[in-house]
Every structure is written in structure tokens, then in C-alpha cells.
């Protein structure tokens, strides 16, 4: 959660926005009403503040004072002001502000917060700036920084590959036209030979009157174009139009990969993947383990409660064991059965690491009705890569039936269970 600093002076427009701000799960406001308090929740040192949203024009601050003062603390600031002015907004974005925001109506301030919340995500997007001239990389790549996405550089095209290849998870690259040695229409086809639309965006941009650039750079596999100079604020709308589009897709991805009840990744994906670290693993000679998770006596809890209770505890089990296994993968085999790749671990190590989830799941009772029972559950570990990921779960499924014959509530490894 990320804390913001909220100045504004209106009882009206501050009640809005403690409405539209509370529906946020992702940030903790702190809210002020004049500069004077603002600076001193500041001076206190309570809170590490990620950005601020503030009113242009205050009590005490009637020129825009506050706005300075979060730009000087290198606090991303959203403005909030009462009127459009073009020249007042053409000063503010040349001070470095995120963005310009007139009160409107509650769609306004619902705009601020997803301003917010794109600013949160851009952390965690990787851009590559493709331009021969310096002075206008050094211009695309401080306007990225503002937005608080993460920018990489390259002065053409033949770099721009080797940037690629060194950084495989960037997600949007944006590439002039005019470049030396391999111009922005040759980088895109090339790019695309190995990148989907869905993989990796790519905007082009270019200075030149030529009106069918735009179109050559689409047909030559870019998602988008735009003509410089560039409007700041088309510029941005154009970048998070595309980076959603790429989330959106990973979204659909992702939840493809998903149980549909617990959340927890699928037998397809772990299998897809686990045969992936396995071959790995084998390749680098580095150790893996795997562990079949059971919950015991899970039937009974179905018979006598009902499959509501049942599919109720199996959720409340997965979300301990994806809070435990979040360095790992794990999967939801089926029924009350998970499975687990731990790359990195031998057998003992592995076997304690399991060990210590099942206390954790077993310390934590959950309610069954009317009544609170403790869920147990008897796991497998194995390390013996054999041929196969199947071979893997055979073995972690031979010991997991060894840990069962002995009552349950307990986890075998690969010693144990000779």
C-alpha cells in the first residue's frame, strides 16, 4: 500500500475524494486542508510518501505553492484545480507534474486515482527509448521517468537489440524513424520476428512531414504512432492505452493458468513450467525438489459438512500455502491435492521447509459450521530428477502414500521412505 499526500481546502471536493480514495485497496491517504498542514504531517516523519494529489490554489498557497513544495520533496503531484487555463497548464507540466486535473465531477476524481494507481504499476514497467539524438532521448526518457516507468536508452537500432536481449522483460519500446546504421522501419521488423503485438509494444515516432509514416510503421508491426512534437498529454494517454492493453492480455494469460478456486496455478502450468526448471535444473546440475501436498482426512470433512465447507477450507488452505510457497510454484493438482517446485533445494532442506508450512497450516483452525477444527496435511518430497517432471511427482507421490501409511499429519522425503 502506498501512502499519498492529499491536500485540498474544499469540504465538498474533500469528501468526494475521501469516498473515491477509500474504494482503494492499493493506497492509504493522509489528508491535509492548507499548506501550513501539509508541510507540518511532512515535517513529522510519520509517513514515506509515494506521491501527492493536490489543490492548485489554497487558503495559504494561493500561486501554486504546494505544488512546488511536492515536486521538491521528488513527490510524483497530480494537480487538482478548479478552472482550464492552457497557459497555467502548459506552466505546471513544464515544472514536472504528473498530470492536470479539473474538478469536474466524481469522474474527475476517479481519473486522479487511476492516475495513481498507473503510477504504482509503471514501477514495474520496463520502456526502452530508441532515438538517435540526445537531446530528444533525454527528453522521451525524463517525460517516462515522471510516470515513474522504468526506462532504458539506445542511440539505434543495433543497440536497441542488444538492449532487448539483455532486458527481455521490457514491454514497450518507442523508436524513432531517422536513425543510423538501422532505422526504426528495419528495427521494427526485426523486433517482430520474435515479438508479438501482445509481447511487446512498439510506437514509433518521427519529426518527418511524410504523411504515410504512420502507416508504414503499422504495417511494419508497430501498435501505434505518433508525430513529433508531441503533446505531452497525448503522449501519456498513448503509452497507458498500450501498456493496459499488454496487461490486459497477461491478465487473460494468467487467469487461463489459474484454478478456478483457489487462485493457485493450474496442473497444465506446472507441468508446462516444472518441465522447464526440470531440464534446467538436470542441465546446471543444480538441485530441485518437489513436493505432493494432501490434505488428510478431507473427506470426511465433505460427508459430514457438505462440499460448500469443503471447497471453503480447501481455499482457505491454498491461500496459506501460496503465502508460504510465494518464492516457488505451486499448483492446485486437483481435489485436495498440490503440488510444489522448489528449485534450489536438496531433499533435506526441502522436506524441513514443507515441515514448517505444515505446522503453520495445522496451528491456524478454521471453522467448520458451527464448530473450528485444525486442517492437516501429509506431503511427499522427493529430489530425484529421473527423466521427467512424472518422474519427480512418481517419486514425491511414493513417499507422500509412505507418509500416509503412517497416519498422516506428516511429511517424507526421499530417506524417509526407504
Do not use: W
Not at 162 to 187: C, H, Q, S, V
Request: with cysteine; charged share 25%; proline share 2%.
Amino acid at each position: 500500500m502506498k501512502t499519498i499526500l492529499v491536500v485540498e481546502d474544499s469540504a465538498i471536493v474533500m469528501k468526494v475524494l475521501r469516498h473515491v480514495l477509500a474504494r482503494s485497496a492499493q493506497i492509504n491517504p493522509i489528508y491535509a486542508k492548507t499548506f501550513a498542514e501539509a508541510k507540518q504531517i511532512v515535517a513529522r516523519g510519520d509517513h514515506v510518501f509515494f506521491a501527492a494529489l493536490v489543490d492548485l490554489t489554497l487558503p495559504d498557497a494561493p500561486d501554486g505553492e504546494v505544488v512546488d513544495y511536492t515536486l521538491g520533496l521528488k513527490l510524483p503531484t497530480i494537480v487538482l484545480t478548479g478552472s482550464f487555463d492552457n497557459q497555467r497548464r502548459e506552466k505546471l507540466l513544464a515544472k514536472g507534474i504528473v498530470d492536470y486535473v479539473t474538478k469536474e465531477g466524481r469522474f474527475s476524481y476517479q481519473y486522479a486515482l487511476g492516475v495513481l494507481h498507473r503510477l504504482i504499476k509503471n514501477q514495474q514497467v520496463k520502456v526502452l527509448v530508441v532515438e538517435d539524438s540526445s537531446t530528444q532521448r533525454k527528453f522521451i526518457s525524463t517525460l517516462l521517468k515522471l510516470h515513474l516507468y522504468d526506462v532504458i536508452d539506445a542511440d539505434d537500432g543495433v543497440n536497441a537489440i542488444k538492449a532487448l536481449l539483455a532486458n527481455p522483460d521490457i514491454k514497450i519500446l518507442i523508436t524513432d524513424y531517422n536513425m543510423p546504421r538501422m532505422d526504426g522501419f528495419e528495427l521494427v521488423k526485426t523486433i517482430r520476428g520474435k515479438y508479438e503485438k501482445t509481447d511487446l509494444v512498439i510506437i514509433g515516432l518521427s519529426s518527418d512531414e511524410d504523411g504515410s509514416l504512420s502507416a508504414r510503421f503499422i504495417k511494419n508491426g508497430a501498435n501505434d504512432f505518433l508525430r513529433k512534437p508531441f503533446n505531452h498529454e497525448e503522449f501519456f494517454c498513448r503509452i497507458n492505452h498500450n501498456v493496459e492493453f499488454i496487461e490486459l492480455i497477461e491478465q487473460v494469460r494468467d487467469a487461463a493458468n489459474r484454478d478456478d478456486l483457489t487462485g493457485c496455478y493450474n496442473r497444465k502450468y506446472f507441468f508446462e513450467q516444472g518441465s522447464s526448471i526440470r531440464d534446467r535444473s538436470a542441465q546446471n546440475e543444480s538441485p530441485l525438489s518437489v513436493a505432493v501436498i494432501d490434505l488428510d482426512n478431507f473427506k470426511s470433512i465433505n460427508d459430514r459438512y457438505g462440499h460448500e465447507i469443503g471447497n471453503f477450507v480447501i481455499q482457505r488452505v491454498a491461500d496459506s500455502l501460496s503465502t508460504s510457497f510465494d518464492r516457488f510454484l505451486l499448483a492446485r493438482a486437483g481435489g485436495q491435492e498440490f503440488f510444489a517446485l522448489l528449485p534450489g533445494l536438496n531433499n533435506e532442506k526441502a522436506v524441513a521447509f514443507v515441515d514448517r508450512i505444515r505446522e503453520i497450516v495445522a496451528s491456524s483452525p478454521q471453522r467448520l459450521g458451527a464448530e473450528e477444527a485444525s486442517i492437516t496435511f501429509s506431503a511427499g518430497v522427493s529430489s530425484l530428477l529421473g527423466d521427467s517432471i512424472d518422474d519427480m511427482l512418481f517419486s514425491a507421490g511414493a513417499c507422500l502414500h509412505r507418509a500416509k501409511d503412517t497416519g498422516g499429519d506428516i511429511v517424507i522425503g526421499d530417506d524417509d521412505s526407504e
